[in-house]
């Protein structure tokens, strides 16, 4: 049975009420909101169905490791207050259908690569870092057998996700690997908060890519020389969902030799790429997007990051061409990562 | 030795003429549903001279020329139904004036819409010409025989109404120019003059085109694409109406397809967008979305899909790939924009028929006056059941067309014949005489806008 595991009682019991009042989108005292979640956890309809921008932040907020987020994507689908005019649910949730037959699944026995649904970007994990990582999912024709469905939280279909996700894990089993990397913060939060959080059984282990690219380059750590650059780090929303994997961010950053920047919207303050937030149903919403990138990207250049680090592809989509016109050079971490032992990135 | 394979070798040289199986093979074939059509020699020539010379050697020997630019109709345009000598312009592709200041350049017609578009790129990066969404093989003078469009066709309409001057070698061989040039002016406007231009949308059954002077326009430091997404086909005529009335675009396509699936049942206005700055993008991003479209996206019946992509021309090519063995045809017409719903429901319950995934296309021409719509039927080459219900459903299509009320575009044989049945008498006899009168032979595309 699938079912969110959110604890009222908890919720109730907060006083701080993190999850809303250190929302960056929503302005809201204590007292409002708690009145707010009392009506969300009660199945009304509450604003912040209508104003969240599903930046997964406020997962990471809760102090009581309930799951405030989840609860108010599953809400807006109950009440039908999707967040996203209709043409860009429907299309985003026929992305995920698999149309050019099924994956060759070989057993593997071992730990494995996991790109979920970019496999067109399997460049980025080549070289000594991934050495004794068995790729799935390499065919990008095939790529959506092994997409994790968590992009359905910013449509607001969390159905869709307890539909789709038993599947695609059985897909990754089939290869009976012993961990699986998993290349995308979204795909890790799928495995390691989403699904305990609804009870969907992931009988394999998950690692997250930094983790795996710390430990890498630990052990690689004779080959590597300072890149002594000031970088800037794009935080994406999935990344709430894994603070474990975050933390991995500043450790990198220092075996590799570059000096995260001290910048306003970082870490738990970071900003949205505005992916999502671009589409959404709210008035002025793609004015609001573009303010909100300017704002970001001016942060950084004022703090004078000279590379923005990206993981995700959508953020990488939405804001790097934005980023490069600003003078600071986007990079994925991965490619970073290969920089620090004098590989060349493809 | 073959007196005709002679003359020929005499006019353009051995290497470029030929009437050899292998090569000729080639020259057979047509990229869509046609049945292979053999000619008898292929000749490239190098000059209009040369042109004018195997056309009079044509007339002589009672041969048929059939002009081929890129080859790229997909309806069998340039195959040589009668036989007869396969014309190759593809050599005649020299660039031979540019006039910034006076925004024209003035070329060969077998020029590929590639290299003008790279020569510009090199040469003139403020200016840009239309081009249109075949592959960049294509030729100048093989899209403005068809009446093609381009991805400036919002703002300025069909390609053949971007021209500036023509020189064309008659059916008979003659050497005319049309426009501000046979004044012996430069090549800078095709009007005033009385309109004696008929070699625009004829497939070549009138005359070879050899020369163009072609409008440019300018062309922007940043070209961007935007999406707006839309379920409800009703309501594509709206939007485009609107968009249409700020007038900030460039280029104006509507998508739906049944593969991949987030085109499934959806139309994607795919909207192109030029600025020198970020702002001046900004204030027609403003006036697009913020203004007229913001209501559906508030009520949720459309959304922005995408902002600020680089530009991707669709490919419809893409979907012979849907198919083994990539094959494709489409069937173009000319309609209203407020035609579009029910286009695109006769290809979802076409293409449903006969058992191939939907493709269908509208591209916007001029300020909303009318739409290009497609629809493609992709089939595997090796299998003649797939290329049998592409071609029925081709046919079925050029039927439904005339029936919406829209009018053909580079119809095959097939429809031209459709499109001659449903005319005006009038014009039907108007067509015959020009034909008569500039081809009286009969040698040029025979089989082309035959009038009975």
Known sequence: MVKLNFDENKCLACETRDCLTKCQYLDMDAEEAGAEMEKIIAGKDSRV???????????????????????????????????????????????????????????????????????????????????????????????????CQLMYLHFARTSVINERLPAVIDTILAYKPTEVVHFHDECYGAYTSYAPAFGIEVPFKSIHLFEHLYHRLLELKDQIRPLNYKVAYQRPCSSRLSPDGHAYVDKIFDLVG???VEREYVDENALCCGSTILSQRQEGSRRYCLELQKKNIADMKQAGAELCIFNCPACMQTIGKQVAENGIMPIWMSDLCRMAIGEKPD | MDSIYKALVDIVGEDYVSNQKEELFTYSKDLGTSEPQWPNYVAAPKTADEVSRIVKL????????????????????????????????????????????????????????????????????????????????????????IHGQGDLGHPYGFNSDMINGLEVVLPTG???????????????????????????????????????????????????????????????PEVLYELTHVGMAEDMMVVSQEIPPPFNRLHYVMVNIAGDTRDELEFKRQLMFD???????????????????????????????????????????????????????????????????????????????????????????????????SREALHETDEAVLKMGGTLWKPAVFGQKLVMKQMDEGTLQVMKKVKHMLDPNGIMNPGNWEVA
């Open chain 1, 49 to 147: 169905l209508h104003e969240c921008r599903t930046c997964y932040a406020c997962e990471e907020y809760c102090p009581m490791g309930n799951h405030p987020f989840y609860l108010i994507v599953q809400r807006q689908e109950e009440l039908n207050i999707p967040p996203l005019p209709e043409p860009i649910i429907k299309q985003g949730v026929q992305l995920g259908i698999p149309f050019r037959g099924d994956p060759e699944i070989e057993e593997i026995g071992g730990r494995v690569l996991n790109m979920g649904v970019f496999s067109p970007l399997t460049h980025l994990a080549r070289g000594k870092l991934f050495e004794g990582l068995t790729l799935m999912s390499t065919d990008s024709r095939k790529m959506h057998h092994f997409f």
């Open chain 2, 291 to 389: 203004g007229k479209l913001a209501e559906y996206i508030k009520d949720g019946r459309g959304g922005i899909g995408a902002a600020g992509m680089d530009i991707e021309r669709p490919v419809i090519s893409k979907t012979s790939d849907w198919r083994k063995g990539g094959g494709f045809e489409y069937v173009g017409a000319i309609v209203p924009v407020t035609s579009y719903p029910q286009c695109y429901r006769h290809g979802v319950e076409v293409s449903a028929r006969h058992g191939i995934p939907y493709t269908t296309l509208g591209r916007v021409l001029g300020t909303g006056h009318s739409m290009m719509f497609s629809w493609t039927f992709a089939f595997n080459r090796a299998d003649e059941d797939t290329v049998r219900h």
């Open chain 2, 58 to 145: 044509a007339n002589e020997q009672n041969v048929a020329v059939v002009p081929l630019g890129g080859g790229m109709s997909l309806a069998g345009l340039a195959l040589p139904l009668k036989g007869g000598i396969e014309m190759d312009l593809k050599r005649m592709d020299r660039i031979l004036e540019l006039n910034v200041k006076d925004r024209y350049v003035l070329l060969e017609a077998g020029t590929s819409q590639g290299k003008l578009t790279a020569y510009l790129h090199r040469h003139a990066p403020n200016l840009m010409h239309s081009e249109p969404g075949a592959p960049p093989a294509a030729t100048i003078g093989g899209n403005l025989a």
């Open chain 1, 258 to 260: 570059v000096k995260h």
């Open chain 2, 174 to 236: 003659e050497i005319c120019r049309f426009g501000s040039c046979a004044l012996g002016n430069d090549w800078y406007t095709m009007h005033p003059l009385p309109d004696v231009s008929l070699f625009m949308g004829w497939s070549g059954s009138t005359g070879i085109i050899t020369k163009v002077s072609l409008r440019l326009f300018p062309c922007k430091k940043i070209n961007e694409q935007d999406i707006f997404l839309l379920e409800d086909e009703e309501l594509v």
